[in-house]
C-alpha cells in the first residue's frame, strides 16, 4: 500500500486516496507484472499464460493476489467502505 500511497500523488495531483484508484492500481500491477513474465515478444497467449503463473503476489494490501488455470479473479477479498457525511470514503471492518 506505501507505493500506491506514493504514486498517487506524483501521477494524480490532487487527487485522495480511495478504494477504486486503489482497485486500479492493484489491476494495473498485477498486468504489469504479467507483462514482465510474459516477454517483450509476448502474444496474447503468453500473456495469459503469464497471467494465470501469477501466484501469491504481495501487493501490499494485507492478503496475497493471483490466477490460475480455472481462476481469474485475482482476489476473493472484499474490503467494506462507506461515505461519511462530508463525502470521504471510511473503511469498515466486514469480519
Excluded at 12 to 33: K, M
Excluded at 69 to 92: C, P, R
Aim: net charge negative; no cysteine; aromatic share 8%.
Amino acid at each position: 500500500m506505501l507505493r500506491y500511497q506514493e504514486l498517487l500523488p506524483k501521477y494524480s495531483l490532487g487527487e485522495r486516496p480511495d478504494f477504486v484508484s486503489l482497485e486500479g492500481y492493484l489491476a494495473a500491477s498485477l498486468l504489469i507484472e504479467g507483462l514482465k513474465r510474459a516477454g517483450r515478444n509476448f502474444t496474447t497467449e503468453t500473456l495469459v499464460d503469464a497471467l494465470e503463473d501469477l501466484r501469491a503476489i504481495d501487493l501490499g494490501v494485507g492478503a496475497t493476489m493471483g490466477f490460475g488455470m480455472s481462476e481469474h479473479q485475482a482476489s476473493h477479498k472484499v474490503w467494506g467502505t462507506v461515505l461519511d457525511a462530508n463525502g470521504n470514503f471510511l473503511t469498515i471492518d466486514m469480519e
